[in-house]
């Protein structure tokens, strides 16, 4: 049952998109974010919109899954509308029911952070749907780099992160071998509420727990034994390169994003 | 101490405790040296200090006494410990444990990587590493698709790409199923033949010890035993004594021998074990 997972959203392919540099992506990832939060009305989303579209064009992702992105924030989105819609000051009144009062501005602000919230996760999942972990792991190593200068442990973090990746597997594996045993000895891990089952996870975790610990020694030893001291003087195997490709998703991203200042300047 | 070439590993009156206050020390007072090109064997069963032996090998633990030499570096010297740790290449128990990256390419470029090998140097070595323990087509493989005997043989290839010496199996093939242990073994001796690789063995199986040039028996951090398999596994009560197998056959050779046939002390498999009987009981056939 724990067995067929996929790390994180990744979609393999091999389309332009997914063939940008994960760096290039990263940043126009953060470009966009700043494009979304230009838009001044809920009219200027079309341009998010055209941009999202085009991507999810390119690089093969289906309408559909964007929507299952957008899914497992369906509440969140709920409540924003609602605290919004009922809760914006306004003078133009639409419809007024006891002390319930909707004003077109408040219906405004509604639709308006509903919107940014969707095209947010939609379009930063575009990033996580066609990049592997493992080159966002580069991606995000080589971007922090400049901040190790004043100390940020900007390979640290990217050596846990492979390290984390390349163990999930094995740890589910574990898991689900320590939960077989325990089964066998009688643990009950599927019935009762969820007090009593988040309590029948006990013996599943404590052995897990137990088992990472002494991977974690064996593993530090292990590369300890490999010669590894820390980034310092290493070389990679997987080197990032900047192709033509990446130079012209940077100029279509940030004009998309002067495009959004200036609808939003001229015509408010 | 001069460096001879002869012997990479060197041990001289080694000993290791792992609290200071503990009377017995895991290694007591080992010498040994390593013949270069030559198959070690080290013997013992659970806790005689077999492993602790091993890490003494390549600068993980530093003696408490006496001295380890590593291709004539001292493992105690601060300065040499990754020119030691690239000399003599250590595979240890657990195949999930060693392995570091999310593809077998780059779990063999690790060491390179950490060495600091550009990366133009680090491909053919790779390539190579890979061919040398049969892994190629797997080289893009996740290191979790893998069998455990394929995930020791990666870890091979990872050590074998810093161009070592010496390689240490620490009780390599301790957790994998017999097809693995043999996949392994032969993987290592192939490297030893083939190569001229230096191997010391760390084990508990008989079986493996068997196939090696020398074996050294450890027993409480000493080395109470040292010579050609023949050598060791003909002193069978002794071995016995200290709660380890003895192969099949050189027990069923002593009990021969104790019952009167006149049978020769270095058989170890059922191939020598025909050949001699052939030789002893039927004198005649063997001229055919």
């Not at chain 1, 219906?107 to 095209?119: E, G, N, W």
């Not at chain 2, 300065?79 to 250590?90: C, E, F, K, N, T």
């Amino acid at each position: 049952m724990l067995r067929d997972i996929t790390l994180g959203q990744y979609m393999p392919g091999n389309t332009v998109i997914h063939r940008l540099d994960p760096r290039t992506k990263i940043l126009l990832t953060i470009v966009y974010i700043a494009m979304i939060f230009c838009v001044s009305s809920p009219v200027w989303y079309v341009i998010p919109l055209i941009f999202v579209a085009v991507c999810a064009k390119l690089s093969g992702i289906t309408f559909k899954q964007l929507i299952k992105t957008i899914k497992p924030l369906r509440f969140l989105l709920l409540i924003t509308f609602l605290l919004n819609l009922f809760f914006s000051a306004g003078a133009t009144v639409l419809f007024q029911w006891g002390f319930i009062k909707i004003t077109k501005e408040g219906l405004l602000t509604a639709v308006h952070f509903s919107m940014r919230l969707i095209f947010l996760v939609a379009g930063t999942s575009i990033l996580t749907l066609t990049t592997s972990p493992i080159a966002l792991c580069d991606g995000i190593e080589v971007l922090l780099k400049p901040l190790s200068k004043i100390g940020f442990p900007s390979h640290e973090l990217a050596m846990m992160m492979t390290i984390a990746l390349r163990f999930i597997p094995t740890l589910i594996e574990e898991a689900d071998k320590i939960m077989k045993a325990q089964m066998a000895r009688g643990a009950d891990f599927e019935s009762g509420n969820l007090f009593k089952r988040a309590k029948a996870m006990v013996p599943l975790l404590v052995p897990l727990f137990v088992s990472a610990f002494r991977r974690a020694g064996d593993l530090a030893m292990a590369m300890e034994a490999r010669c590894y001291h820390g980034g310092e003087g290493r070389t990679r195997l997987r080197v990032l390169k900047f192709g033509m490709i990446d130079l012209y998703a940077a100029l279509i991203t940030v004009a998309a994003l002067v495009l959004t200042i200036l609808c939003g300047k001229w015509f408010p | 101490m001069e460096y001879n070439e002869k012997w990479p590993i060197e041990l001289e009156l080694a000993s290791y405790h792992y609290d200071e206050e503990d009377e017995t020390p895991a290694v007591n007072q080992v010498s040994l040296q390593i013949e270069k090109g030559s198959f070690v064997a080290v013997l013992g069963h659970n806790g005689s200090g077999k492993s602790t032996m091993a890490k003494l090998m390549n600068a993980i633990y530093l003696p408490t006494g006496g001295k380890v030499m590593v291709c004539g570096m001292d493992t105690a010297s601060e300065d040499d410990v990754w020119s030691i740790r690239r000399h003599a290449g250590m595979v240890f128990q657990n195949p999930d444990n060693q392995i570091v990256a999310n593809m077998v390419r780059e779990d063999v470029a690790f060491g390179l990587e950490n060495l600091g090998i550009p990366r133009e140097e680090m491909l053919p070595r790779i390539d190579e590493a890979l061919e040398a323990v049969r892994m190629t087509e797997r080289a893009e493989s996740a290191p979790h698709m893998l069998s455990g005997g394929q995930k020791q043989r990666v870890a091979i290839a990872g050590v074998l790409a810093m161009q070592p010496d010496v390689i240490i199996m620490d009780e390599a093939t301790a957790m994998l199923d017999p097809s693995g242990r043999k996949d392994v073994l032969k993987t290592v001796r192939r490297l030893n033949r083939d190569k001229g690789m230096t191997v010391v063995w760390i084990t508990h199986y008989m079986e493996e010890a068997a196939t090696a040039d020398r074996v050294v028996v450890l027993d409480s951090g000493k080395a109470v035993m040292d010579g050609t398999p023949a050598q060791v596994f003909s002193r069978v009560e002794e071995i016995k004594e200290l709660g380890l197998d003895v192969p099949p056959m050189a027990e069923l050779a002593m009990r021969l021998r104790n019952a009167g046939l006149p049978l020769d002390e270095n058989i170890l498999t059922v191939a020598d074990m025909v050949k001699e009987l052939t030789t002893t009981l039927c004198p005649s056939k063997s001229n055919i």
